[in-house]
């Protein structure tokens, strides 16, 4: 499984952004994808989290503001991110657990400026 990340930039406090989790390769296994995001000299949190049926789960620190979604057809994850504010930069990763094992994707960078 690969996971390609993307949409990430520079926002100001308040702006919204789309993310989106590109998945390819063995697919079909994949029962929950989460988006996560690590701030400098911090570590790595759980955002939001969307399983194969649907089910979401967000931080605390996000509910609310963001959305996690899923087209299956494009086996893509999206997260909305709404009313952000500068404590949510961070570089945002998105895994997918397939069976026991976890995949990540390379980064993507949000900065929200004040």
């Known amino acids: 499984v690969q996971l390609q990340a993307s949409g990430g930039g520079l926002v100001q406090a308040g702006g919204s952004l789309r993310l989106s989790c590109a998945a390819s390769?063995?697919?079909?296994?994949?029962?929950?994808v989460g988006w996560y995001r690590q701030a400098p000299g911090e570590q790595r949190e759980l955002v939001a989290s969307i399983t194969r049926s649907g089910s979401t789960d967000y931080a605390d620190s996000v509910k609310g503001r963001f959305t996690i979604s899923r087209d299956n057809a494009k086996n893509t994850v999206y997260l909305q991110l709404n009313s952000l504010k500068p404590e949510d930069t961070a570089i945002y990763y998105c895994?997918?657990?397939?069976?026991?094992?976890?995949?990540w994707g390379r980064g993507t960078l949000v900065t929200v400026s004040s």
């Open positions: 390769g063995f697919t079909s296994n994949i029962n929950i």
């Open positions: 895994n997918a657990q397939s069976g026991r094992t976890g995949y």
